[in-house]
């Protein structure tokens, strides 16, 4: 697709994959997330069997960005603009990705199929575990980019007032069949237990790695997701 125009914004957005079967959506973190993070990774496989889209968020990748709008609830409204044209879909988000997803799910109830939640952070870390998941050193143009979203927008103060994701939040959604996939060196390894409890009904993984388990895992966790977007008999 491209760059199209949504909310006032040019947002990158590209479509891969076959005509038929049940569209997933696929959101990326924040910072140095893109859909790099996907494309180069794990939609390859998914979308040998069903449509997969992915988007760079707002001040991301090659979407505008804007000095604001960096919390969950704005980037809920990206979505569902960015997702209108489409029939219900799955959902697999990573990081932040993840908490606008749960977010989105709750709005637009009916629009997703299935939730699939990748080293989600609904749990607080401390500071120096935080540091070291949002490090922007180097000359790369990932860490350009993180450095210009950090200094020249309220990305920042926008995080700092979020609410955690509760499990009164989790419970909302239902029925809805969710995965849950954290690193085992993760500091949100305890988000999945926060869902088990809240969703008692979910599946849980826990693989070896840290927070980007698209790189890390990417192998096992490519066959989890295909399994559980490709299983219909908790559809």
């Known amino acids: 697709m491209g760059m199209v125009l949504a909310r006032g914004l040019r947002f990158h957005v590209v479509d891969m994959g076959t005509d038929d079967g049940e569209p997933v959506v696929m959101l990326h973190g924040l910072f140095t997330g893109s859909i790099a993070t996907w494309y180069y990774t794990v939609a390859p496989e998914l979308a040998r069997t069903r449509p997969v889209r992915l988007l760079d968020w707002r001040g991301h990748g090659l979407s505008e960005r804007p000095p604001t709008g960096y919390d969950s609830a704005t980037m809920v409204a990206d979505l569902a603009a960015l997702t209108g044209d489409l029939p219900p879909f799955a959902v697999v988000g990573h990081s932040f990705g993840a908490v606008v997803?749960?977010?989105?799910?709750?709005?637009?109830?009916?629009?997703?199929?299935?939730?699939?939640?990748?080293?989600?952070?609904?749990?607080?870390?401390?500071?120096?575990?935080?540091?070291?998941?949002?490090?922007?050193?180097?000359?790369?143009c990932l860490a350009q980019r993180a450095t210009a979203l950090a200094n020249e927008t309220t990305v920042l103060d926008d995080l700092a007032r979020e609410s955690l994701v509760t499990a009164e939040e989790l419970r909302a959604l239902g029925d809805l069949p969710v995965l849950t996939v954290v690193g085992a060196d993760s500091p949100f390894r305890p988000s999945a237990d926060l869902v088990a409890r809240a969703l008692p009904a979910s599946r849980r993984h826990v693989l070896d790695g840290g927070h980007d388990l698209h790189t890390t895992a990417r192998e096992p966790l490519t066959r989890l997701l295909a399994e559980f977007l490709e299983d219909s008999a908790d559809a």
């Open 101 to 140: 997803a749960v977010r989105f799910a709750r709005a637009h109830p009916g629009r997703v199929t299935r939730l699939a939640l990748v080293d989600p952070p609904f749990t607080k870390i401390d500071r120096k575990a935080a540091e070291q998941l949002v490090r922007f050193d180097g000359d790369g």
